[in-house]
Structure formats: structure tokens, C-alpha cells
């Protein structure tokens, strides 16, 4: 049986929450990966993505501009329109903040010892793509969708 120690990563990159947005959101892309966890000395406090940081960006100024023809039943409708400027200026606004505030902190970790079948029915189930490993309240690596897959193609090649 398959076990979450035979397809996580490890040593896993993480980040601590005082870590600008900006980054981290460098880390993610020099890493090629879209989420890292958090830790605060060698305790997991949270799970830092790249859905936090669009979740995060809120543009400061939004256009109206009217829709002809229009489709409303009041016979005049408005379309928000963000700009590209905005957008920039959004996430250069985040990107000064710490991680800690984007972060989602309600995290769900496995061991390294649980089977395989437990850790992807805990990531279907809460809809979560990433799940740390930790042992002993340490953090010993990650197991993403990606492991999941490989992990199983590698199993299913053997046999």
C-alpha cells in the first residue's frame, strides 16, 4: 500500500509569515510550484497560494462605462472595467504586506505514514491541492495533486 512518505516532496521550500507577498509570490514562480507553507520556526501556521494573492487583489478604482446596446430591463446598464494599471497597482499594494495576512491558516496536514488513498480523499473532500507533511509537529515535506498522480503511475507501471 501506498504511503504519503513514497510520493511527497521533501525537503519541501516553505516561507515564514513575516515573508513580503512579493516574496513569495517570486519563490512560488522561481520554484515553479503554486503554493508553500508557512511555518513559524518548524510549526505549519499556514498555506500561502497563488488563489490568496488574486483573492487578495482588490483594485483601488473601478470605470463605469455604459453598455450599448443595453441588456438591463431598466434600459441602461454599466460595465466595470479594471485596468491593467489597476490590477498592477493592486498587487504591488499586497505585495508589501506580510504573508500572514493572505495566507489561508486553517491548514489540514497528513503524516508520513498515513496511505495514500486517505491523503487524497482528505484533499477531494475540502477541495485543497496541497497538504503538508508533518512529523512529530515538524514539517518534513508536501504532497501536492501533482505527487499524487505521479506517485500513482509509478505504482500502477510496477504492477
Same mark, same amino acid.
Given at each position: ?16 509569515? $513575516?515573508?513580503?507577498?512579493? $516574496?513569495? =509570490?517570486?519563490?512560488?514562480?522561481? @520554484? ?7 511555518? $513559524?520556526?518548524? *510549526? ?17 478604482? @473601478? ?8 441588456? #438591463? #430591463? ?10 491593467? *494599471? ?9 505585495? *508589501?504586506?506580510?504573508? @500572514?495576512?493572505?495566507? #489561508? ?16 480523499? =482528505?484533499?477531494?473532500? *475540502? ?33
Amino acid at each position: 500500500m501506498l504511503k504519503v512518505r513514497d510520493v511527497m516532496t521533501s525537503p519541501v521550500v516553505s516561507i515564514s509569515p $513575516d515573508t513580503s507577498v512579493k $516574496d513569495a =509570490s517570486a519563490l512560488l514562480a522561481q @520554484k515553479n510550484v503554486s503554493g508553500l507553507p508557512v511555518v $513559524d520556526g518548524d *510549526r505549519v501556521v499556514g498555506i500561502f497560494s497563488e488563489a490568496d494573492v488574486l483573492r487578495s487583489m482588490k483594485t483601488m478604482k @473601478k470605470d463605469l462605462r455604459l453598455v450599448y446596446p443595453s441588456i #438591463s #430591463s431598466l434600459g441602461i446598464a454599466f460595465q466595470e472595467e479594471v485596468t491593467q *494599471r489597476e490590477i498592477i497597482e493592486a498587487y504591488n499594494e499586497i505585495g *508589501r504586506m506580510p504573508v @500572514k495576512q493572505v495566507m #489561508s491558516s486553517n491548514v489540514v496536514t497528513v503524516t508520513p505514514d498515513e496511505a495514500i488513498n486517505e491523503a487524497i480523499a =482528505s484533499m477531494v473532500h *475540502r477541495g485543497i491541492n496541497r497538504l503538508p507533511v508533518v512529523e512529530k509537529n515538524r514539517l518534513v515535506g508536501i504532497i501536492t495533486r501533482g505527487d499524487v498522480i505521479r506517485g500513482l503511475a509509478k505504482e500502477g507501471s510496477t504492477r
